[in-house]
């Protein structure tokens, strides 16, 4: 296959329930090369695979996680209930459906839980895991990655621990702050700087200056500057783009040379960037 990695956004969320371990085997069984993950932490100093601060959107529970303990979340059934819309893929044309809940498995997903999947699982299927609002949380979702990934042997020693030649973890965060941390508290995992609206401005200075090792624009800013990815591979940075769910955006991150692409639809980006 030429082209991107292709990392499965949220798990395979088109196949089921975001951030529930059944979406992230699926992406790993069908031979995606990595999978997304959002991480939080809890009120007791656990990291959790949760996107939204409210837990409504995706359990049947109520409440802020990082209001919540372990063994408050672990009442909820996550996976009863989507996040948002989910689109299904038909050819070329993504049409948007109503799923039932299908996960067998409710409990909240671990970071912990998530990496001895990975871990153990043949498929190596790599992690990019991202943390969500570390500024408010001081140093202490970095610290709680860290340990993680250490006890877990995927801290690296100065350079990234590799799974087919690749790192098998990279760090995004939308805060420079939080990117600036991780750097400092583990330089052999790779971090990848996120850009969202308020960064695009000044986004040749981060190039240039970032302590990332990649950029991470929305597909969008790729749509009204097509320079980006050489500027960014020029500037001695990797591009990793999300979120490519249509066609034209799977076409488009393949001809300007992207080197992550992250998608819900991870099968049908394998089988586009097959194609010859
Ligand atoms: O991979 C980055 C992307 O996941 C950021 O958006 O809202 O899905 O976390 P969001
Ligand atoms: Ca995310």
């Avoid at 196949?15 to 529930?20: L, S």
């Amino acid at each position: 296959m030429t082209g991107p990695e292709v990392v499965a956004h949220r798990g395979a969320t088109a196949e089921a329930p975001e951030h529930t371990l059944a979406a992230y085997r699926h992406a790993a069984e069908i031979g995606a090369d990595g999978v997304e993950v959002d991480v939080r932490l809890t009120r007791d100093g656990v990291l959790v695979c949760v996107h939204d601060r409210r837990v409504s959107s995706t359990s049947n529970g109520r409440g802020v996680v990082s209001a919540l303990r372990l063994d408050e979340l672990e009442q909820f059934h996550f996976g009863a209930r989507r996040a948002r819309r989910v689109d299904r893929w038909a050819g070329d044309e993504i049409t948007s459906v109503t799923d039932e809940p299908d996960v067998e498995d409710g409990l909240v997903l671990t970071l912990e839980r998530l990496l001895d999947y990975a871990t153990a699982s043949p498929d190596r299927v790599r992690l990019a895991i991202e943390t969500k609002h570390p500024t408010r949380h001081t140093r202490k979702v970095e610290e709680a990655l860290v340990d993680a990934l250490r006890r877990f042997g995927l801290l690296g020693n100065g350079r990234p621990v590799e799974w087919s030649g690749k790192p098998a973890v990279r760090v995004m965060s939308f805060s420079q702050l939080a990117v600036r941390r991780m750097h400092e508290l583990a330089p052999g995992v790779p971090t990848v700087q996120l850009i969202g609206k308020r960064l695009r401005p000044v986004r040749r200075e981060l190039l240039l200056g970032g302590d990332a090792t990649a950029v991470g624009p929305g597909v969008a800013l790729l749509r009204s500057d097509p320079d980006y990815v050489a500027d960014a591979h020029a500037a001695g940075k990797e591009v990793h783009v999300w979120t490519v769910n249509s066609a034209a955006d799977m076409d488009l991150v393949r001809e300007l040379g992207v080197d992550v692409a992250i998608t819900d639809h991870p099968d049908e980006l394998m089988q586009r960037l097959a194609a010859p």
